[in-house]
């Protein structure tokens, strides 16, 4: 057999001191080729769809509402098809954990006890060069067993665990509407999706079947079954173009946008040669709700994200939407993320949080939930036990089909349903973590603990449409000393520039002088006061990541 031709795409450096040591290892010619052919033959229809989306949102501008499609009705009327079944390395999925593909994260989460890791390209990853190529190298490292590694600042040794103690990765390539700048086809970026899934198909989707699984994906901020659609094609032709049998991949979606919650069925019924579940996530989904329903006035104006728990109406809505679409077609459905990050030297605070993670985890596996996130190791055990309450040695509860819900379109945006509105406190709160994690993901960073969370970019995205939202409503406080006051663009300032303040003196001058801050801060109230509102804050981020 010849050698590959040499791509034709370029690799373009911006920082040669940022590049990765082993990059050649991931940027083989062959695999490169690979990427070349799949944004060749595919990125015009994802032009396509992220232009569609700007077209519905502008009819829901325009309408303030959304139904389930009257065209696909007959795809969900009929009762008849099936997802295709989990192979046995995804067949149990009762605890999953999250997080970026750095080599220390890579060991911890392969050996935290999860039945499956999250292995994260996408929000908890900020996709500098150094952390786009370092995170392929770590996977392929992993499945070969040369990932141990001794922290030199530590001294402490990582390694994995015998291979059938490993969590089964599911790898989250970046949303749609993300460019990777490093890698250019006739001087245009190609779409971060295709460079993730590409590199990361082309290396292991062999090694994985060797090693008894397969190349499973998560798919992000998915919009709507044509979405899904364009995925299952790149599927197809990325099987055949390795040689692996159609049917090897398995995709979990998120329905973490406000359009695809209507359309669960449909991004399954496409998918449903490679489709393994759907995941309920939170912030992103608010995110979601401000962004479309913006227009729609004071009855879709969200309270302070905290007091928007998954026991809200319209929350409770979509979760148990999603497991009775989920288990009518043989699907897994994946429950959201206990962002809290144990802290072992404070007991009293530790136990209070630890008991609303297990009552969020109860819940779930009461609601028929077959699995769930975490975002720290200690949380494993937790959500384990909770699942093993309801599941026994079962594997999952598909054959709970959830026949009692009813779920009419009105109930998916009762956002005035929730009995909590905003407050000074929730703007304050959403100036400081905005900030907090933007500075961060400036950095390099995706995963970011702050006051006692582990945050991602739905976390500042939610953050910021909170603060557009209550902005541009001219939401007035009603609670303690701040009632009759409204939010405007001075007053987030203000709030924003004492932030600041606070930030120099809490870390210093020098650690503020060689952060990220001010950059930060300004960013934030770019993208939250704007009249033009940003579609993605990681798009303007991303201009000024190193």
């Known amino acids: ?19 990765p040591e082993r990059q050649g290892e991931v ?57 295709a079944e989990a192979p046995a390395a995804l067949n149990d999925r009762r605890v999953e954990i999250t997080g970026p593909t750095d080599r220390k994260m890579t060991i911890n989460a392969l050996n935290s006890g999860a ?3 999250l292995a994260d390209f996408e929000d908890a990853s900020a996709p500098t060069w150094e952390n786009v190529v370092g995170g392929q190298l770590n996977l392929i490292d992993a499945y070969e067993r040369r990932i141990d590694f001794t922290d030199a600042r530590t001294g402490k040794s990582y390694a994995l665990k015998p291979a059938e103690e490993l969590a089964t990765v599911v790898m989250r390539p970046r949303g749609w509407h993300l460019e990777e700048r490093h890698l250019q086809f006739e001087g245009r970026p190609v779409p971060g999706a ?77 998918l449903r040669d490679h489709a393994s579940g759907l995941n309920a996530g939170r912030w992103d989904y608010l995110f979601s709700i401000v962004k479309n329903f913006r227009d729609g006035g004071a009855k879709f104006v969200l309270p302070d994200r905290n007091a928007v728990t998954m026991t809200a109406p319209f929350m409770r809505a979509y979760t148990e939407l ?47 939930f077959d699995g769930s996130w975490v975002a720290h190791p200690d949380l ?47 703007l304050i709160d959403a100036v400081q973590v905005g900030t907090r994690y933007i500075e961060a993901w400036l950095r390099g960073l995706g995963a970011v603990a702050i006051f ?13 449409s909170q603060i557009w939202q209550w902005v541009d409503a001219g939401v007035v406080f009603q609670d303690g000393e701040h009632a009759g006051t409204t939010v405007t663009a001075d007053l987030v300032r203000t709030i924003a520039a004492d932030e600041l303040a ?45």
């Not at 210093?508 to 930060?520: I, L, P, R, V």
Request: proline share 5%.
């Open 502 to 546: 606070a930030i120099r003196a809490e870390v210093g001058e020098e650690a503020f002088t060689s952060g990220k801050w001010q950059q930060a801060h300004d960013l934030l109230l770019k993208v939250s006061l704007d009249a033009d509102y940003a579609d993605f804050l990681t798009l303007p981020a991303y201009e000024l990541l190193g």
């Open 27 to 83: 940027l083989t010619d062959a695999a490169l080729a690979f990427v070349a052919e799949l944004h060749r033959r595919f990125t015009p229809r994802r032009d396509e769809l992220l232009a569609r989306r700007a077209e519905r949102r502008a009819e829901i501008a325009r309408t303030s509402t959304l139904d389930f499609l009257p065209q696909t009705a007959q795809i969900r009327a009929d009762d008849s098809w099936q997802v």
């Open 194 to 270: 295709l460079v993730d899934f590409g590199l990361y198909f082309f290396h292991n989707a062999r090694r994985l079947l060797d090693l008894g699984k397969g190349p499973y994906f998560y798919l992000p901020k998915t919009e709507s079954h044509l979405e899904a659609r364009l995925w299952n094609e790149i599927f197809v032709f990325a099987q055949d173009y390795v040689g692996i049998p159609q049917g090897t991949v398995r995709a979990t979606v998120l329905i973490e946008t406000i359009t695809a919650a209507y359309e669960m069925e449909e991004i399954l019924y496409e």
């Open 322 to 368: 999603l497991v009775r679409t989920c288990h009518k077609r043989g699907a897994h459905a994946i429950g959201g993320m206990a962002a809290f990050i144990p802290n072992r030297r404070d007991p009293e605070a530790n136990e209070k949080a630890l008991a609303k993670v297990k009552n969020d985890k109860d819940r779930e596996a009461g609601d028929g």
């Open 380 to 426: 494993v055990p937790v959500a384990r036990a909770c699942f093993d309450a309801v599941l026994g040695e079962k594997p999952h509860q598909k054959d709970r089909l959830r026949e009692d819900v009813s779920v009419a379109a009105a109930d998916l945006i009762a956002i005035d349903s929730l009995d909590a509105r905003p407050t000074y406190q929730g």
């Open 452 to 464: 006692g969370l582990m945050e991602d970019a739905a976390t500042a995205e939610i953050s910021r």
């Open 1 to 19: 057999m010849s050698a590959p031709a040499p791509s034709p795409l370029a690799i373009v450096e911006v920082d040669p001191a940022h590049t």
């Open 115 to 117: 039945k499956v890791w």
